[in-house]
Structures are given as C-alpha cells and as structure tokens.
C-alpha cells in the first residue's frame, strides 16, 4: 500500500457517497493522515442489501485518525448540499478538498431506460458534481490545498462505449466534462482532476451486476484510495488531468499490484472507457487462461429434446403458485442464433407457464439474446446483469421483473439443468 505522508493532516475533505466503497476508503486514507471528513451521502438508516451509513463511516474515519462529520446530503438537492457545506466550514473552519464520488448506473439501452432511471443518473452523476463543485468553490478558493477530484473515467468517444447504455456514458462523461472545464477555469487557483480505474474494483455496486463470482476478477478499493490520496498530495497546479489509478501509483514507485486484488494471481476485468471494448472482455481474459464470470465453460451436450425445449422442460418442472405469486410478471423470450424462435414464461396467472410461441398475454419484460446465451443463462452459467455490459442481453419493459428472473434460475441450478 502507498505509504501515508502526512499531507493531508488537517485538511478538510468533502467526499460525497463516502458511506460505503471507493468514497470510504478515500476518506479512511485521508483520516490516518489526521484529515477531518465530511460523510456527505444519503444513507442514514442501514440499506436491507448495502452495507454502510454515514454514521458507520464517521465512527471508521474516528477509528483511523481522523475527524468525522457524518451529513445527509442527496446531491440533487441543492439545499442539502448548501447545508452541509455550511456546516462543514462552521465545523471545521473551511473546506480544501472535494471528492464527486457520488454515482448511479443503469447499464440498459436507450429503449430499455425508463426516464427514472435516466434523471436519477443525469441528476446525481452530472448535475450533482456540477451543483456540489459550484457550492464548495467558494470555500476551495480559501484553501491552502484546493482541490477537486471527480471520480471519472478519460472521455473516450469510441462509439462502442455509448452503443448499449448511451444514458449511463452520458452521465458518466458529465462529471469528466465538469473536470475538463472547471481544470481550465481555476487553472492557478483549485486543481481540478479526474480519477478511474484500470479494473473492476469489488464494490457493492459491483457485486449487484455481477454476482459473488465476479469478485476475484477485481481490485479492492484501496488501490483507488491510494491513487486519489497520491493526487491530492499535489499541487495546486497540478491540474486538468485524466488519471488512471495504477498509472499514478506506478509513478509513485509502487511496483507490486497483486497487493490490490481480490485473488492475487487472478487476470482482472479491465474497466469500462478504457482501451477494451465489453465484447472483446472476455476474449483477453481467456488469453490469459482465465474464465470470467460472465462467460460460461461449454455446455454439456444438449438432449435429444434439443437445448431450449430442455431448458423450459426444467423451468415448467420449478414453477408453481409461490414463484407466480412472488414474481408477477410474464416473459417473452426472442431467441436467435442456432435454436431460434419465440418462447414465452407466464409468471402471472395460475401456477404459471412456459413454452413456445407467443406469450398468452402482452410481456411485461421481452429479452432478446443468442439462444446458446440464453441456455447458458438459465443454467446459472451467465449472469443477465454481466450479459447486459458485455452485449449478449437486450431487455425491454420491466427491468425489477428482469432482476427478479433470477431467482428462478437459482432454483433451475438447484434442479442440475
């Protein structure tokens, strides 16, 4: 790990979505340098599946050296925000550093994106950096050590990274497009930079989309931390750059990276807006002789029924009053590739039902995949979330009903499809 300096001590950092993650261990860093951390996030109450509230978090930063002012804050608000940057400088004395942290993702195409979905990440990624840099500025400018680090990625235009979640790099690049501009407009006064890592890192975000087996393809969060507290120790002219979290600790002279992962030895995912493209992901890493968890190992071979008629054969043998009663919806499946068709799963009405052809009702979610994905899918063997990043998945309508889904293959697991 990168040896802490003391640079930091006595520093005022505002770190938004601090309670958990990346956000944390940046400020966790920063606290054993005797920093004081502002926790500006929303979750004050625990999350049934997110681990971490803000008072969670300050009681760590309390543990580690620093000093704590833990704030409900939803960045989309601004006087939330006004708030809690008023309270942090009558606390503290003034702020020095900002860390936009903060962010949503829905990784679905345009068709497939409910306009919720697209404020929310609009509101919190771009509007919520915006809004949160313009209300500490004022405070930056006073500062000895002002800074501002914007947890986003270099804006890479290669198409492939808007063609199937336009909403998400949107937003994404909103926050980068906050770096590049405001870099230029308080060059001399606030250095303003941009962070991103090289790969996956484990998060509980990370861990939703995609699954427990996605973890030893990761990095933990503090090669992040390490990154940012390496940048933050610069100076003020030290601005306006797309960093890359190994890149600067690798000009910090750290040479041993199996310290970060999750399994030491273990190939990693590359990141997302880098120099990989999701589809060819996999391919790397099986170079490397690994198996990702979004892509399967070979199939048995198929049953003389063929690979789909055998797959709804289980899925009609797992169904009953309880899954239609928990799940509620019904599926339409648009199958290509080898086995093609139309194949449908009513999890709506009675004890339900699934076979070919067109659903008895209008589909609630229509998921449109390679039918040799799709037997994958549902033997437990390829994550939808993971198929959605990499390309394989396209999911129109319901998308709580797709995450529901999966429960149903758990049971197909359990049943040896």
């Known amino acids: 790990m990168l040896q802490n300096s003391g640079k930091l001590a006595g520093c005022t950092l505002f770190i938004t979505g601090a309670s958990r993650g990346i956000g944390k261990a940046i400020a966790l860093k920063a606290a054993r340098d005797g920093a004081n951390v502002v926790i500006a996030a929303k979750t004050a109450e625990p999350h049934p599946k997110l681990p971490g509230t803000i008072f969670t978090a300050a009681d760590e930063v309390e543990a580690a050296g620093g000093k704590a002012l833990p704030c409900v804050v939803d960045i989309r608000d601004e006087q939330q925000i006004g708030a809690a940057v008023q309270k942090a400088v009558e606390t503290f004395g003034g702020i020095d550093i900002l860390v936009n942290n903060a962010s949503a993702i829905s990784l679905t195409g345009t068709l497939e994106t409910p306009m919720k979905k697209v404020d929310l990440m609009l509101g919190i990624n771009l509007r919520g950096t915006y809004l949160t840099s313009k209300l500490v500025i004022p405070h930056l400018l006073k500062s000895r050590r002002p800074h ?3 947890l986003s990625p270099p804006l890479n235009l290669n198409p492939v990274w808007f063609k199937n979640h336009t909403a998400y790099t949107m937003a994404k690049y909103g926050m980068s497009m906050c770096v590049l501009g405001m870099a230029e407009e308080f060059r001399g006064q606030i250095a303003v930079n941009a962070l991103w890592p090289r790969t996956a890192i484990q998060t509980a975000a990370m861990d939703m989309l995609g699954g427990d087996g996605v973890g030893k393809q990761c990095r933990t969060a503090d090669i992040m931390a390490d990154a940012a507290y390496a940048v933050l120790s610069k100076p003020k002219d030290y601005t306006g750059h797309f960093l890359v979290d190994e890149d600067i600790l690798k000009e910090q002279g750290v040479k041993d990276f199996d310290q970060y992962a999750v399994q030491p030895g273990h190939p990693l995912l590359p990141d997302f807006f ?10 790397q890493m099986e170079q490397h002789g690994a198996t990702p968890a979004f892509k399967a190992p070979p199939s048995d071979t198929p049953r003389s029924g063929g690979p789909i008629e055998n797959t709804f054969d289980i899925i009609r043998g797992v169904i009953n009053e309880d899954v239609v009663k928990a799940t509620q919806g019904v599926y339409r499946f648009d199958l290509s590739g080898g086995h093609s068709g139309v194949w449908f799963l009513d ?22 995949m390679d039918s040799g994905d799709f037997t994958k899918m549902f033997a437990g063997q390829l994550k939808p ?15 709580t009903l797709a995450i529901k889904l999966e429960k149903l293959m758990g049971r197909m697991n359990k049943a040896k499809l």
């Open 385 to 399: 979330t993971m198929a959605f990043m990499t390309g394989k998945l396209r999911i129109k309508g319901d998308m």
């Open 347 to 368: 999890l709506k009405s009675g004890s339900g039902s699934a076979g070919q052809g067109e659903p008895p009702a209008e589909a609630d979610v229509v998921m449109t």
């Open 274 to 283: 880098l120099d990989e493209a999701p589809e060819s992901l996999v391919k």
């Open 148 to 150: 501002i680090l914007n």
